[in-house]
């Protein structure tokens, strides 16, 4: 049980646990709404009020006893973090929602929650193999969905692969983020585009609709989950964030748009 008085040293360290579970959430893909419930929620039941400003890229905190008159109780604390890379992660999300839950119901103390939330901040992430095999395959899928046959799939499937690990490479080596999608799209549109114009007939004949794979294969770049925080923030009030998110899914899928023009202006294809 948290029985400790709120002295500057208390509230410093509630506001910093505070501080990097919202920017985990932020980077780990939730919207504005969930970081503010899931923070006020493990704050309040240690007696502590936060107010947050939160953006696309960082999180402000002002933290202070919720009873201005309680004695014992230290000054209130600004704190500011700016956001991590994004690695879209819903598994972390969902345990730090069930860490407010327990934090709220049984009132644990700050250093067992912090101890928690490092496990879950450390916790091993899927291997780039998965990682690579899940994309492949939803992308062959697509392309399934889509018209293609099983050869417009495997072309996708593969296309999809090589495009992701180009965009990892570059990451790793700390090139601009928007650099990534547009060469992961220009070389996954550079093998579709060679399946579209018959390149590979020699070793499998015919397929059915060679220009879905190359429509689909770009699925693992489109930024579904900006868009989708973009929208929520909007209904929810978080006008600034929700603009910033929009901007940034609408430069993600103009990297995409040129990556995929550059191959295919480089073949010639007017048919698609």
Avoid at 4 to 31: C, M, Q, R, V
Avoid at 106 to 129: D, G, P
Avoid at 253 to 266: P, Y
């Amino acid at each position: 049980m948290e029985t400790k008085p709120l002295d500057d040293k208390k509230i410093y360290e509630i506001a910093n646990l505070a501080l990097d579970i919202g920017t985990f959430l932020l980077a780990s893909g939730a919207h504005c709404g969930r970081v503010y419930r899931n923070v006020s929620r493990i704050t309040e039941t240690w007696g502590v009020k936060v107010n947050m400003h939160i953006t696309f890229t960082g999180l402000l905190i002002t933290a202070q006893c919720k009873s201005a008159e309680a004695q014992e109780c230290g000054k209130a604390v600004t704190l500011f973090k700016k956001t991590r890379i994004y690695d879209i992660n819903f598994n972390a999300i969902n345990e730090i929602s069930q860490l407010s839950w327990l934090v709220a119901g049984e009132n644990i103390s700050v250093s067992k929650a912090r101890t928690l939330f490092e496990r879950i901040y450390s916790a091993k992430k899927y291997s780039t193999t998965t990682l690579l095999l899940g994309i492949g395959c939803a992308c062959a899928c697509l392309c399934i969905v889509a018209g293609g046959d099983w050869k417009d799939a495997l072309v996708g499937f593969v296309a999809s692969i090589v495009g992701m690990t180009v965009r990892l490479q570059i990451i790793k080596r700390n090139y601009n983020m928007m650099f990534s999608f547009i060469a992961a799209a220009f070389f996954t549109t550079l093998i579709t585009s060679l399946h579209l114009i018959g390149t590979f007939e020699p070793i499998w004949g015919l397929s059915t609709a060679p220009d879905r794979a190359l429509a689909t294969a770009v699925l693992y770049l489109v930024p579904g989950v900006p868009l989708t925080n973009s929208l929520i923030d909007l209904i929810e009030g978080y006008i600034p964030s929700a603009m910033a998110r929009a901007s940034f899914s609408a430069f993600i899928l103009l990297c995409i748009a040129v990556g995929m023009s550059i191959s295919i202006l480089l073949f010639g294809i007017n048919q698609f």
